[in-house]
DNA sequence: CGGCAATTTGATATCCATCAATCGGTGTGG
DNA sequence: CCACACCGATTGATGGATATCAAATTGCCG
């Protein structure tokens, strides 16, 4: 499960991710996998470095990428005895590891972290909600617009970058395949294709490789994406 | 924001439920109005009879209905200032009302009531996710046949049927619109009714009525569903 | 530079949306 | 008690968006 937020240093509501000070790290190879659906949740993770995608497959082998996780996000929390999701490196990847025990402790023991987590979990809920909307009612390019803010916005937080203009946001990176698009947007890679393509022949963008593309009209991607309708947009534009 | 489970009596971890004992009713006509999105969010709800649609409605019209509100659920929390989501009855309904300033000190006065709405919580980004799943992954049918198992699942926490194979579990009410139903699902009225069709000439289930319908082959119509792949299939069903 | 995998592109099929009647209850008034 | 009108649901005909299947192309890594 994912976590919005935070850039590499603690924001003062993200207090209880002390827990990771110190804790072991582990490095991922692209590919490789953390978390299995089923497996025993008994340990919580924190992205150091890297990008990690939540999936979950279906036993006809569907498979929905419920998240991409970036540094600074958590993950490993359930309601349940067992993970019911699956988590992968996408990039090379550093994660901190944590027992849920000491979780379990540290917001036992602190009132503070206790309602910075559930603070963090109720924005997690808010984020879902806006995919829940867009899967159930944006178009194939219209929910590419919304992914590459997405993928903007992380950018924005891992680099620190403070002005919403600042140049290098320009170039936004891709680090997934389309393939991991098409599945966390409900489409298919080749439909994707088509619809990077759209993005590109309207003149919002530029395709600079697989991997990285170059905003031409930032107003009018927010306008496709529908900036307007989410919970958080301050999550996507600096204003409104 | 939906909350899962709990029939009429509080269980053991919905204690924070509490803060309603001897809180207002307020009586609702369908269709009536109960949250808009952008008020101020300083108050929580809890349904005592009735069903309520949450919804998120985008600029240019188009509606998403995040879900439907049972009785014993619990709606109106949010991370931010205000609430993001409209809430509107289906049915004649009641609910309980309290300021969130009362939700907040029950919360902070007892650890044991925060843990339970942690608790809750998590559930309903299960349950979410479970959506996500479902909108981004599954046909129009499929969807329609998990739709008709979680509206089974609600009778029977709501009439208190301890056993699954209540006959009286064989007829399940709907009593949403097929255009709620189109919302929620990401479809359009039109195709649930020919969802609803389908699942009729493949002898899942009779329709009786708008209303109501009557299952001939649950286990035909949990296979459809995929209800293997949920993340919490003890709320659909008793078995796995 | 070669070779493989990922992506793109093209042709076609499918599913769902759209638009337009028609049907079927429900409530009202004659 | 029946005729009529209204509203939601169904059905039908058609269109459009996305999926599928099958190359061709590109990018990437040794």
């Known amino acids: 499960m994912p976590a919005p937020e935070p850039p590499g240093l603690h924001l003062p509501q993200d207090i209880f991710l002390d827990i990771f000070d110190g804790a072991?790290?582990?490095e991922l190879v692209p590919g490789e996998t953390v978390i299995s659906a089923g497996e025993r949740a008994d340990?919580?993770?924190?992205?150091?470095?890297?990008?990690?995608?939540?999936?979950?497959t279906g036993t006809d082998g569907r498979r929905q990428v419920l998240s991409f996780l970036f540094p600074g996000n958590f993950v490993g929390l359930t309601a349940t005895e067992?993970?019911?999701?699956?988590?992968?490196?996408?990039?090379p990847a550093r994660i901190a590891c944590c027992p849920r025990r000491l979780l379990d402790e540290r917001l036992a023991a602190d009132r503070a972290a206790e309602?910075?987590?559930l603070n963090m979990i109720l924005r997690v809920v808010e984020d879902i909600l806006d995919s829940v909307y867009s899967l159930g009612q944006r178009t194939a390019s219209e929910r590419l617009a919304v992914f590459l803010l997405y993928l903007r916005h992380w950018r924005r937080l891992t680099d620190?970058?403070?002005?919403?203009?600042?140049?290098?946001?320009?170039?936004i990176d891709i680090p997934m395949s389309r393939e991991d698009i098409a599945d966390f947007l409900g489409l298919k890679k080749e439909t994707v294709s088509r619809s990077f393509k759209e993005l590109e022949t309207r003149r919002l963008l530029l395709r600079r490789g697989n991997h990285q593309v170059r905003v031409l009209d930032l107003a009018a991607l927010r306008e496709l994406a529908g900036i307007r309708d989410f919970a958080s947009p301050r999550r996507l534009s600096q204003s409104l």
């Open 115 to 117: 309602r910075a987590f």
């Open 160 to 171: 620190n970058l403070a002005n919403d203009n600042d140049p290098r946001l320009a170039e």
């Open 43 to 56: 340990q919580v993770f924190n992205i150091v470095s890297g990008v990690l995608r939540v999936c979950r």
């Open 82 to 91: 067992t993970y019911f999701f699956s988590v992968e490196a996408v990039t």
């Open 24 to 26: 072991p790290l582990r």
